[in-house]
Nanobody, 126 residues
C-alpha cells in the first residue's frame, strides 16, 4: 500500500528550528521526487520545496520565501525525505504536506503530484 506519512511538526518560537520527515512506503523512493507544500488558514496552498528523483539528479528547488532557511534532503535507504527548517518565522505557520512528484521539480508552482500525506502542523509563535 502506497503511503506518505509526515512527522516532526510542532510549536516553536520565532528563530527556532524543526525538521519534518516524510516517510514513504509502498514504492521505491529513489525513482521519484518528493515535494513539500504548506497551507495556512485562509490562504492557498503553496509549494515550499522539491527534490527530484535520482534519474533527474536529485535536484532541489525552493520557494523564494524559504531560500536560505529551509533545506530538503532525502535518505533513500530509509525511504524518507526531510525538510530542515531553520530561522522559522511567524509566517511559516501552516500545515505542511509532502507529496510524491513523478516529474521535474523545476517549477514549484507546477510540480506534478500523485500521492499525498496527511499533513503535519507547524506553529511558529512567541
Amino acid at each position: 500500500q502506497l503511503q506518505l506519512v509526515e512527522s516532526g511538526g510542532g510549536l516553536v518560537q520565532p528563530g527556532g528550528s524543526l525538521r519534518l520527515s516524510c516517510a514513504a512506503s509502498g514504492f521505491t523512493l529513489d525513482y521519484y521526487g518528493i515535494s513539500w507544500f504548506r497551507q495556512a488558514p485562509g490562504k492557498e496552498r503553496e509549494g515550499v520545496s522539491c527534490v527530484s528523483g535520482s534519474s533527474r539528479g536529485g535536484s532541489t528547488n525552493y520557494a523564494d520565501s524559504v531560500k536560505g532557511r529551509f533545506t530538503i534532503s532525502r535518505d533513500n535507504a530509509k525511504n524518507t525525505v526531510y525538510l530542515q527548517m531553520n530561522n522559522l518565522k511567524l509566517e511559516d505557520t501552516a500545515v505542511y504536506y509532502c507529496a510524491r512528484t513523478p516529474g521535474s521539480c523545476r517549477t514549484l508552482s507546477r510540480v506534478p503530484t500523485d500521492y499525498w500525506g496527511q499533513g503535519t502542523q507547524v506553529t511558529v509563535s512567541s
